[in-house]
């Protein structure tokens, strides 16, 4: 049995090992990244069906969230590299720079080019996007200042170069389950300010205003 084993982890290893390696890494952190933020949209959207039982899974729109996560892959692979490359080390004067400039540049970046993306496949202009982004922006970033910088630490400090964008996809399941939330709430809102904005009043031919009339 134990002989079966080894070779069973052998053959494993043989096809497991260059999703992470060489040309192959690029295309295994895009798909991570596009099926993590899929997956963070289909948790969003069943926590959702379970307040309203009327809704239906749109999926549309968790495959909206996968076209997006995956365009993102690239830039987290080539950010990382860049970052090792420039930050050489494990020391934490230079894990510290790592974080300060990954809050500092790529979390800003990546919450633009999300609601941006998003807004774009749902058929909306650019400027439309970015206005979203604007208006959600400090809500977006004070959330993002409480999970990551702690998150990658981590990251720096003790996981390889080669898994740094799986370990980021696998920590960010619970942030694109809010980035989910997030982006599509707009939806409750607007329903919520018409509900309290006043009723239009219809003017009646032949009556006249009662200011009129005083």
Not at 15 to 40: D, E
Not at 132 to 151: G, H, I, M, N, Q
């Amino acid at each position: 049995m134990i002989p079966r084993s080894k070779d069973l982890l052998v053959r494993i290893s043989f096809y497991w090992k260059p999703l992470f390696g060489g040309k192959y890494l690029i295309v295994t952190n895009t798909v991570c990244s596009g099926g993590m933020l899929a997956l963070g949209d289909v948790i969003q959207q069943s926590r959702d069906k379970r307040k309203d039982s009327q809704k239906r899974h749109d999926w549309y729109r968790t495959g909206r969230m996968f076209a997006v996560g995956c365009t993102m892959g690239p830039f987290l692979h080539y950010w990382y590299h860049w970052l090792d490359g420039v930050y050489v080390g494990q020391a934490l004067k230079t894990v510290a720079k790592k974080v300060l400039i990954d809050q500092m540049v790529a979390s800003p970046l990546f919450g633009a080019w999300y609601f941006i993306g998003m807004g774009v496949l749902e058929g909306h202009s650019v400027a439309k996007g970015c206005a979203e982004f604007r208006d959600k922006f400090w809500e977006f970033y004070k959330a993002d200042w409480c999970v990551w910088p702690t998150a990658q630490i981590i990251n720096f400090q003790f996981v390889p170069a080669k898994f740094r964008v799986l370990y980021v996809n696998t920590i960010t399941l619970g942030w694109d389950t809010y980035l989910s939330y997030l982006k599509h709430r707009v939806d409750e809102q607007v329903e919520e300010v018409e509900m309290d904005s006043p009723a239009t009043v219809v003017p009646i031919p032949g009556v006249k205003n009662l200011d009129d009339k005083l």
